[in-house]
């Protein structure tokens, strides 16, 4: 067996050990709106997952804000386990009925969004991966979300986080 071959039997051999992530079951209704949801203080905590069974802890805060035009500004502080805080920021707007297009700070070319009923798929690219996320709202109002991180065609890391919006003050 050549050593590619081997390291690809190795990887696909790992594989199972990234966890299923069991998103809530699609529906038509309620409808997903990322603007709206993500317009404030979010928060999100969560698992990450490498495809050797490596696992870490994830804490993001996030502030939202519209843009005036339909669409939203996420400036985010991910803190992951044993790796130093990072900030970032999402941009998406809408330019067709469920479709988005954004930009984030670590994605080379744009960020491409599609929602269907109460599920937004998310795809871009970033220097070393492809990456693929879906939320999906869960009834009483938070949202689950599952990324997975796509090198040389092998699933390597997979995300699983709950995302809660922080309750605004009475006026």
Known sequence: ????????????????????????????????????????????????????????????????????????????????????????????????PGRFTGTLTEAIGPVEGLVTGNRMTIRYRTKDYAVRQVLALQPGGAVRNRLDIVKWGLNVARLDETILRKERPAR
Not at 19 to 28: E, Q, Y
Not at 47 to 73: H, I
């Open 1 to 96: 067996m050549t050593r590619g071959a081997a390291a690809l039997a190795a990887a696909l051999t790992l594989g199972g050990c990234l966890p299923t992530v069991t998103l809530p079951a699609a529906s038509a209704d309620p409808r997903f709106d990322p603007v709206a949801f993500f317009a404030g203080e979010t928060e999100g905590s969560g698992t990450l997952t490498t495809l050797t069974g490596q696992r870490q802890a994830l804490q993001v805060a996030s502030v939202g804000r519209t843009d005036g035009v339909g669409g939203l500004v996420l400036d985010q502080r991910i803190a992951l386990v044993g790796e130093p805080v990072r900030m970032r920021r999402w941009t998406i707007r809408p330019v067709a």
